[in-house]
């Protein structure tokens, strides 16, 4: 997790013209832990995501909180030791004596059987693969104090939406199929999101007011 500091010491070297290096930790969303990626540039307010970072590898730049982040490089695993080469195997040399006549004719004659082993083995299907399991998906929404709404969604640990713009009226008609403690915590951001609007239009409305009567008194 970065400390403050920490983002102190990001934002002089992004000044410097030097992008720094910063590590994933085990609670980054889509991004595997321990990978690296270039610090790009911070946004405003330094709340939630605000560090924008590119990974190794990728073209794409995410959006990442301080929790997500370390200035620790991870330690590399020691490898794993060799395991010993197999000694050499034992060919043992068969001598061939010849069967009597008796024998080889049986032999013969036993060989179809013989044959007939592999053929009904490949007959038998092959055994099917147990069916993977599907991944687990994460839907959060956000709102603003102004009553806009995004959505990220989340498959498996890779984020494949983020911020993604919802109409408040599709948030309202979800809302009513949520059960009612969803329901009510919905209602009450767009109502608060509804009156701070109604007091803007006011404040607007009056300032119209105004502009009309001067408007008059100069005609």
Known sequence: ML?????TQLRDALK???????????????????KSGKVVSFASPE????IEVKPTGSKDTLSFSKAELTLNRPKQRPAAPKKPAPAPAVVEEEI???????SSSSSRAS???????????????AP??????????TVTLHSTPRGDWTVDVVVGKKRSVRSMP??????????KELPDQVETAISAVMAAARQQHEERIALL???????????????
């Open 47 to 50: 709340e939630g995501d605000f």
């Open 128 to 137: 099917r693969r147990r069916a993977m399991p599907p991944s687990e998906v």
């Open 96 to 102: 061939y004596q010849p069967a009597p006549a008796s």
């Open 111 to 125: 060989s179809p059987s013989s044959a007939s082993a592999p053929a009904s083995a490949e007959k038998k299907s």
């Open 166 to 175: 919802i109409p408040a009226a599709a948030i309202h008609k979800i809302a």
């Open 3 to 7: 400390s403050d500091s920490d983002i």
């Open 205 to 219: 409305q009056a300032e119209l007011d105004a502009a009309r009567r001067a408007l008059n008194e100069l005609s």
């Open 16 to 34: 410097a013209g030097k992008p720094p290096t910063v590590w994933f930790t085990g609670r980054a969303v889509g991004v595997d832990a321990g």
